[in-house]
């Protein structure tokens, strides 16, 4: 599956705005729920904002279009406003305080770039109990569940622990096939400096031989590190971050024959599947296999449809973060919270609705007691050539 042009999906997100602010003009202002968005939708590391966010657009306009939800005796519809940061943190900074100061935004949608979340958490913080935010950043987790946090709610599964996505992953590798020896080669930045943060001391713990490399943010040829690399002859290559890596990785990798076997824990199947004639293995995290979930899922099967109606084009399969759980989901998940807390307008009342419930959506989605959700996810294995093997795990 092709990934649109980045042209398209700017003009798309421009209309989409546009829908859901016409939506909005014949209900009065008090009857609306302001939903801020500070993703990247455009820029080198897009991809996860972009793609969760086209979850949320859809979940409002569904909403708005029944008529909106009920909180106590007055309905309400939702205006989603979505700004593009770009990956940049002092533009984010700036919309952020756009949002909440002049939008009036108490309901924040991201980020899910931890430079984007270290820059403007102290901001952020200022609104604490005045602002619900849900990112996907990974560096929210060594904050969310902490004094003076406590506007922070993080909508990723963490890799780390016993209902770690990570570590159930690793256990699965292991077991599977019997992989001692794994390298490591991440960029070198906020994402990569948490990722040798979490996997070093897990390899350590498992008695597995490991090795790190890391290449800087901009990197086009990697054929030196990888050449490195392949002499250690790791059992697995473990690459790790945007798809625009991952894509150039993934080929030079393969096509200099050296690095057949691949683990991944962010990034989608998309550059397996480009280059599955000359892989061994591709294993990699993906919160839902959409394809398989298509055909036995009334639920995800309505999903797809409902998508490629509102943006009449094609389900980008390939893509993983589309299936966050920051995404469609949350957005009716938050909304059950309201009406179980029965205010809109009291961020810290809806939190503790959210902390106590489950979501039984595409997803089953719930919270630890830090605000870091937990939900079922799939590892789907592509073997040369392009034969899959999906395998689902459910968290305790």
């Known amino acids: 599956m092709t990934r649109p042009r980045r042209g398209v999906i700017v003009n798309?997100?421009?209309?989409?705005?546009v829908v859901l602010g016409l939506a909005v003009t014949s209900v009065r202002a008090q009857d609306i729920v302001k939903i801020g968005q500070i993703e990247a939708q455009t820029g080198a590391n897009a991809i996860y904002g972009w793609m969760s966010s086209q979850g949320t657009a859809l979940a409002v306009d569904e909403i708005n279009k029944?008529?909106?939800?009920?909180?106590?005796?007055?309905?309400?519809?939702?205006?989603l406003i979505a700004l593009d940061t770009r990956g940049e943190p002092k533009e984010a900074t700036v919309q952020l305080k756009r949002l909440i100061e002049v939008d009036g935004a108490k309901?924040?949608?991201g980020p899910f770039l931890s430079n984007v979340f270290l820059a403007i958490r102290p901001y952020a913080a200022e609104f604490n109990g005045k602002v619900l935010m849900w990112g996907g950043a990974t560096r929210i987790h060594d904050y969310v569940g902490t004094p003076g946090?406590?506007?922070?709610?993080?909508?990723?599964?963490?890799?780390a622990g016993g209902n770690g996505f990570g570590e159930l992953m690793v256990d699965n590798l292991v077991k599977t096939t019997g992989a001692k020896k794994i390298a490591m080669l991440f960029q070198n930045d906020q994402g990569g400096k948490v990722l040798e943060d979490i996997y070093v001391p897990m390899f350590k713990k498992k008695g597995i031989e490991y090795r790190l490399d890391y290449f800087e943010p901009g990197t086009k040829?990697?054929?030196a590190v990888l050449a490195k690399v392949a002499a250690w002859k790791p059992d697995f290559l473990f690459p790790s971050y945007a798809d625009s890596y991952l894509y150039d990785i993934v080929r030079q990798a393969t096509e200099a024959g050296q690095l057949k076997k691949f683990f991944l824990v962010r990034g989608s199947l998309g550059p397996g599947l480009k280059n599955k004639d000359g892989l061994d293995e591709y294993m990699v995290y993906v919160p839902k296999y959409f394809e398989e979930a298509e055909k036995k899922d009334a639920k995800v099967a309505k999903f797809i449809k409902a998508y490629k109606d509102f943006y009449k084009r094609d389900f980008p399969y390939d893509q993983a973060p589309l299936c966050s759980a920051s995404c469609y989901d949350h957005v009716y998940m938050l909304v059950e919270a309201m009406k179980k807390a029965g205010t809109v307008d009291d961020p810290a009342a809806v939190k503790k609705a959210l902390m106590s419930m489950t979501y039984d959506g595409l997803w089953k989605i719930r919270f630890d007691d830090k605000g870091e959700a937990i939900f079922n996810f799939d590892v789907v294995r592509l073997k040369k050539g392009g034969a899959l093997e999906v395998t689902h795990i459910n968290p305790n």
Not at 12 to 17: E, G, K, N, P
Not at 66 to 79: D, E, L, M
Not at 149 to 159: C, S
């Open 12 to 17: 798309s997100a421009v209309f989409i705005l």
């Open 66 to 79: 029944a008529g909106g939800f009920k909180v106590g005796s007055k309905t309400y519809k939702i205006q």
């Open 221 to 223: 040829d990697f054929s």
């Open 149 to 159: 946090h406590e506007f922070l709610m993080r909508t990723w599964n963490w890799d």
């Open 107 to 109: 309901y924040i949608f």
